[in-house]
């Protein structure tokens, strides 16, 4: 069968590649501002959701949308199902792009624009290998459903409601991760750590943070940072400006970064600063930029909550990848180290200071264990959890048939050797009892999901599509 659903997908290149160009067109950021009755996650995520449906219904399959939170694209019939995880919604899009992110272009067989690997670009894969399948005529003994989701990259709000006004499937795949499969995924504790402000009178310092800026995104490492000080009027003077703006530059200097230092009119300082984005996941492969100006601000002496704030970013969390300083280090075999991410800094002088954080835990630690460490630690350094949201992780035993059968799949369509991975991301496979995670990316293949300028190789996606049609018809026959 490997040749037959290989020269199909190449059949539905051009097809799928007009597609794939429209669907990503469409900006699905959550926009909570737009959101309304049937459109939760807001005006675009709506559209991207009503897109694969109206495609569905085009292609003669059975389609259902639950409220504007998940959708669902069905084929076949029988007691059993398995089911194909997909989510619509994309992350923000962030600085650096060389062409906009929702105008698809094409460059050296790659296409670029936010979503194109995660997951809108996977999601159209699967759906066009599901129509393979129904076009083959090939019987099948199970009810197979693309089960498409809103809300991935936020609150996965989408997948709760589904799984209260649906069955969820128990066996499965989600394309949004890496090949071979992802068997073993982390959990997460998501915090929002909160200190109201204050300053005492008399700062001999005569320094106040005004404001502190930093990352859009939960699960990504922020890029750039933003604070803007202000000075007592004696304090503000030429020599001072001078003496910190030497300090400034001889700290870009030091840890090779990209900042500015601007004076305005009314005295205050703004400075900014660069630095590199990368998945929640792995935060080791970015350089966070609000941790990183926290390192400098923290030297001009602040006071009180401008401190605290300062020193939680540039102490506990600044290069603290593994959770050590917040008392958290653990790790397993199954899935390696635990990893926190502080992916949305901000401070003013009217609400304080609040950093919410992405920790993922391994797949076979205790969650609540954790949770009372975190709230020890968030204690200790004198703020409070004003927020806080757990998702549990996710384990697959490596004998169990999905993983067998995705397993010969694989392997007879690349040639390479089915290697079970562990991820530090989530993903809909979870929502499964036994759902793993299924490509789209090939080993060896760089990973943009998140970055500036993600693309997905044309080529790999129909690679993909192919071993997704043949995964379907294996796991449904």
């Known amino acids: 069968m490997r040749e037959y659903w290989e020269q199909q997908a190449l059949l539905q290149k051009d097809a799928f590649l007009a597609d794939l160009k429209s669907f990503l067109a469409i900006n699905s950021i959550e926009d909570m501002s737009t959101a309304a009755a049937g459109k939760p996650f807001g005006e675009g995520v709506a559209q991207a959701l009503e897109a694969m449906l109206d495609r569905g219904v085009h292609d003669g399959f059975q389609t259902k949308n ?14 059993d199902e398995i089911g194909v995880l997909v989510h619509v919604d994309v992350v923000t899009v962030g600085e650096g792009w060389i062409t906009p992110p929702f105008e698809p272009s094409i460059r050296d067989g790659k296409i670029y624009a936010r979503g194109a690997i995660d997951d809108k670009g996977p999601a159209l894969a699967a759906y066009y290998a599901l129509k393979m399948v129904k076009d083959s005529g090939l019987p099948l003994q199970k009810r197979v459903r693309l089960i498409i989701g809103t809300d991935e990259e936020s609150g996965w709000l989408c997948m709760k409601y589904f799984a209260e006004h649906d069955q969820v499937p128990q066996v499965g795949f989600s394309p949004d991760s890496s090949f071979p499969m992802t068997h073993a995924e982390k959990g997460q504790i998501n915090p929002t750590l909160t200190i109201p402000h204050h300053v005492p009178l008399g700062n001999p310092n005569g320094l106040r943070l005004v404001s502190f ?13 933003v604070a803007v000080i202000d000075f007592d009027h004696d304090a503000k003077d030429e020599a001072t400006f001078q003496e910190i703006a030497g300090r400034w530059a001889e700290f870009l200097r030091l840890h090779q970064a990209t900042g500015n230092l601007e004076q305005t009119e009314a005295g205050q300082l703004q400075f900014s600063i660069a630095g590199k984005p990368a998945h929640g996941m792995e935060p080791f492969r970015g350089v966070n930029a609000g941790t990183l100006l926290a390192l400098f601000l923290k030297t ?9 704030f300062l020193s939680l970013l540039s102490d506990i969390l600044h290069e603290d990848h593994y959770g050590e300083h917040l008392h958290m280090a653990c790790e397993d075999e199954v899935s390696g180290k635990l990893t926190v991410n502080a992916g949305i800094l901000r401070y003013n002088q009217q609400e ?17 264990e954790y949770v009372e460490k975190l709230e020890r630690r968030v204690d200790e350094l004198g703020w409070t959890i004003s927020n806080l949201r757990t998702s549990k992780s996710h384990y697959v035993p490596k004998d169990h048939p999905v993983i067998q059968t995705l397993s010969r799949v694989y392997e007879e369509h690349t040639g390479m050797t089915a ?7 989530a993903t809909y496979a979870k929502i499964m009892s036994a759902g793993v995670a299924f490509g789209p990316l090939f080993p060896g ?5 998140h970055l500036a300028n993600e693309y997905a190789e044309i080529d790999d996606l129909l690679k993909a599509m192919a071993i997704y049609a ?3 018809y294996q796991l449904a026959k």
Request: glycine residues 14%.
């Open 470 to 472: 043949d995964a379907i």
């Open 300 to 308: 001009l002496s602040f006071e009180a909550s401008e401190y605290s």
């Open 66 to 79: 639950l409220e504007g939170y998940a959708g669902t694209i069905s084929y076949g019939e029988g007691d």
């Open 445 to 449: 293949k760089e990973s943009t999901a």
């Open 352 to 368: 304080g200071g609040s950093v919410r954080l992405n920790i993922r835990y391994p797949a076979t630690i205790s969650c609540p």
């Open 213 to 225: 800026i930093s990352g859009d995104q939960g699960n990504s490492v922020p890029d750039k940072a």
């Open 419 to 425: 290697h079970l991975l562990s991820s530090g991301g």
